[in-house]
């Protein structure tokens, strides 16, 4: 039986906050020839870095089957640690090099977990500099997080 080749999938996430800790908003698209998926989502009170690891975690885990992902994202501190940072952590349980508890580690566990699942080149993207899938995950995030506040404030008005 032959194996058919792996797909690849273009991976583009992105963060946003509105106040650092702030409401904020997620979002991943996922692009593999003429298909596209987009996933998104906010939350009231959150901080940038967390948005950042939430839209990775999302747009991994969105994949069905293993594949070989294109990961691209705006944030040094997503990349850094997915490619640099993780194995010490890990290796000096989930503490830093100055021994300190990992940030945000309940997510960093949970990229780690799904990053396990795929085959990833990570890609380091200026944002807000017109990069087309940044830009637009940008978009997304933005637009999630109006979708929470209008949301909350439908909520206070009873209508």
């Given at each position: ?38 996933v998104s989502g906010a939350e009231p009170a959150t901080t940038n870095n967390r948005m950042e690891l939430k ?83 940008d978009q997304l995030a933005n637009q999630a997080i109006d979708r929470l506040l209008a949301a909350a404030l ?6």
């Open positions: 039986m032959i194996r058919s080749a792996m797909t690849t999938v273009e991976l583009y996430t992105d963060g946003a906050c509105r106040g650092n800790p702030g409401p904020g908003g997620w979002a991943a698209l996922l692009v593999a020839g003429s298909e596209r998926k987009e839209a990775a975690i999302a747009g991994l885990k969105a994949l069905k089957r293993r594949c070989t992902v294109q990961l691209y994202t705006d944030s040094k501190y997503v990349l850094e640690g997915a490619t640099k940072w993780l194995p010490g952590w890990k290796a000096r349980g989930w503490k830093t090099a100055a021994r300190e508890p990992v940030k945000n580690q309940d997510l960093w566990r949970e990229l780690d977990a799904a990053a396990q699942t795929q085959d990833i080149a990570w890609h380091w993207v200026k944002g807000h500099s017109g990069h087309a899938g940044n830009e637009y995950v439908q909520g206070r008005t009873g209508s």
